[in-house]
């Protein structure tokens, strides 16, 4: 069973925002650094976002100032807040470990798609 599912996203216009969530259950959540990842169609999956177990974070040039990462390691729950969606968000994205990711735990992701 995987142990991480994302939920959150939607069909936003440009310049909106979504938050995303991703739910972990059956690991030691709070021990890992755990990142946000996207994939486009035809492109390769990019991480966007990492966020350490004491909350340092990490974003890519892409998302800067644009993204934010945080956990709630209480609930065993990261999200990715974003603002001033761009067409070029348009992916779908999943959470795991970071970086790279363990196999086994890619989720399904949500797919987020930004268009008027």
């Known amino acids: 069973q995987v142990p991480l599912v994302e939920s959150g996203g939607d069909l936003v216009q440009p310049g909106g925002s979504l938050r995303l969530s991703c739910a972990a259950s059956?690991?030691?959540?709070?021990?890992?650094?755990m990142g946000w990842y996207r994939q486009a169609p035809g492109k390769q999956r990019e991480l966007v976002a990492t966020i350490s177990s004491r909350g340092s974070t990490n974003y890519a040039d892409s998302v800067k100032g644009r993204f934010t990462i945080s956990r709630d390691n209480a609930k065993n729950t990261v999200y990715l807040q974003m603002n001033s969606l761009k067409p070029e968000d348009t992916a779908v994205y999943y959470c795991?470990?970071?970086?790279?990711?363990?196999?086994?735990?890619w989720g399904q992701g949500t797919q987020v798609t930004v268009s008027s």
């Open positions: 795991n470990t970071a970086p790279g990711g363990r196999s086994t735990w």
């Open positions: 059956g690991i030691s959540f709070s021990i890992y650094v």
